[in-house]
């Protein structure tokens, strides 16, 4: 069983950048598809972006495509998300999210398979 460690959220202005990161331990990482969602105050938690199992494939939700990238260490156990030309609308809390051996499709936030970080906040102001 995996355990997520999310780091990096703060206080960014507009247009802006900021990365955050997630460290596993607890499983063999390089065997998990890793996502990252994000929840604001009165909102569900929305997908952001997932890169596969094997590194292969990067998934973006339309709102942060061109502006966020996700990529894996696999020798460190990590996923980052780098975040750039931030707005106001991306203000929240930021979770890191595992699914074994997910490559892609819909990857449902609900699911009892997921394991997820505890969460950083991310806020960017105008």
């Known amino acids: 069983q995996v355990q997520l460690v999310d780091a990096g959220g703060g206080l960014v202005q507009a247009g802006g950048s900021l990365r955050v990161s997630c460290t596993a331990s607890?499983?063999?990482?390089?065997?998990?598809?890793m996502g990252w969602f994000r929840q604001a105050p009165g909102k569900e938690r929305e997908f952001v972006a997932a890169?596969?199992?094997?590194?292969?494939?990067?998934y973006y939700a339309d709102s942060v495509k061109g502006r966020f990238t996700i990529s894996r260490d696999n020798a460190k156990n990590t996923v980052y998300l780098q975040m750039s030309s931030l707005k106001p609308e991306d203000t929240a809390v930021y979770y890191c999210?595992?699914?074994?051996?997910w490559g892609g499709g819909n990857w449902n936030p609900t699911g009892s398979n997921n394991y997820w970080g505890q969460g950083t906040q991310v806020t960017v102001s105008s």
């Open positions: 999210a595992a699914r074994l051996l």
């Open positions: 607890g499983g063999t990482f390089s065997m998990y598809g």
């Open positions: 890169i596969s199992w094997t590194g292969a494939s990067t």
